[in-house]
């Protein structure tokens, strides 16, 4: 399968404790891009990447979180001290670089914070 | 700045039957216009998009969509649904990088 992975699938974590999600996108895909959805709403745009360059950041992408794509390839997102507001699930999309093209999804990690 | 109404929260209909899931958008310029479905502990699923052209798209699983510039919509329909049709759907607009959702529509297909 060469679609959008991402792990891990579930994180139950403490209040205060950080996380971290890891997101692969389709091999050939050069954005990459972080939403969080909660229950009973769409999904919300955090961020985007272009290869390595991070385009775009959400108002919602307070200073606890922090996204990087190092190379190019996977991503990471990291939230810090968590809080039971960040309790959600996360989603990981990819693309090709036109304004157009497809954001294919991966599964998501569901993070529960108690 | 963009946003994405979809007035219905549920809709429900008879095997068979033809369906339509409604979606408004606003957006600054050409607008990119994507359906999603999603089933229960799953990411979205692509249907179908618009960018230019042809108002009425077809995509996958034989759905379809009409785009209307004037009333600012882009309703999803199916002239047969079946019991599998059954999910959450979404509409989303595309500006440059970012996607704005709605906050979907609940489909459920009866026997």
Same mark, same amino acid.
């Given at each position: 399968?060469?679609?959008?992975?991402?792990?891990?699938?579930?994180?139950?974590?403490?209040?205060?404790?950080?996380?971290?999600?890891?997101?692969?996108?389709?091999?050939?895909?050069?954005?990459?891009?972080?939403?969080?959805?909660?229950?009973?709403?769409?999904?919300?745009?955090?961020?985007?990447?272009?290869?390595?360059?991070?385009?775009?950041?959400?108002?919602?992408?307070? $200073?606890?979180?922090?996204?990087?794509?190092?190379?190019?390839?996977?991503?990471?997102?990291?939230?810090?001290?968590?809080?039971?507001? $960040?309790?959600?699930?996360?989603?990981?999309? +990819?693309?090709? +670089?036109?304004?157009? $093209?497809?954001?294919?999804?991966?599964?998501?990690?569901?993070?529960?914070?108690? | 700045?963009?946003?994405?109404?979809?007035?219905? @929260?549920?809709?429900?209909?008879?095997?068979?039957?033809?369906?339509?899931?409604?979606?408004?958008?606003?957006? /600054?310029?050409?607008?990119?216009?994507?359906?999603?479905?999603?089933?229960?502990?799953?990411?979205?699923?692509?249907?179908?998009?618009?960018?230019?052209?042809?108002?009425?798209?077809?995509?996958?699983?034989?759905?379809?969509?009409?785009?209307?510039?004037?009333?600012? /919509?882009?309703?999803?329909?199916?002239?047969?649904?079946?019991?599998? @049709?059954?999910?959450?759907?979404?509409?989303?607009?595309?500006?440059?990088?970012?996607?704005?959702?709605?906050?979907?529509?609940?489909?459920?297909?009866?026997?």
């Amino acid at each position: 399968d060469t679609g959008v992975s991402q792990n891990p699938r579930h994180k139950i974590t403490k209040r205060g404790q950080n996380v971290t999600f890891r997101c692969d996108p389709i091999s050939e895909h050069n954005r990459l891009y972080w939403y969080r959805q909660t229950l009973g709403q769409g999904p919300e745009f955090l961020t985007y990447f272009q290869n390595e360059a991070q385009l775009e950041k959400s108002r919602l992408l307070s $200073d606890r979180f922090s996204a990087e794509r190092p190379k190019g390839s996977f991503s990471t997102l990291e939230i810090q001290r968590t809080e039971q507001g $960040d309790s959600a699930m996360y989603l990981c999309a +990819s693309s090709s +670089s036109g304004g157009a $093209d497809t954001q294919y999804f991966g599964p998501g990690t569901r993070l529960t914070v108690l | 700045a963009q946003s994405v109404a979809q007035p219905e @929260d549920q809709v429900n209909v008879a095997e068979g039957n033809p369906l339509t899931v409604k979606c408004t958008y606003s957006v /600054s310029g050409n607008p990119y216009l994507f359906w999603y479905v999603q089933y229960p502990n799953r990411g979205l699923q692509f249907l179908l998009k618009y960018i230019t052209g042809d108002n009425l798209v077809k995509g996958s699983y034989g759905f379809e969509a009409e785009f209307n510039k004037s009333q600012t /919509s882009f309703h999803l329909k199916k002239p047969s649904a079946l019991v599998s @049709d059954s999910a959450l759907y979404f509409c989303a607009v595309r500006n440059a990088g970012k996607s704005t959702f709605g906050d979907g529509t609940t489909l459920t297909v009866k026997p």
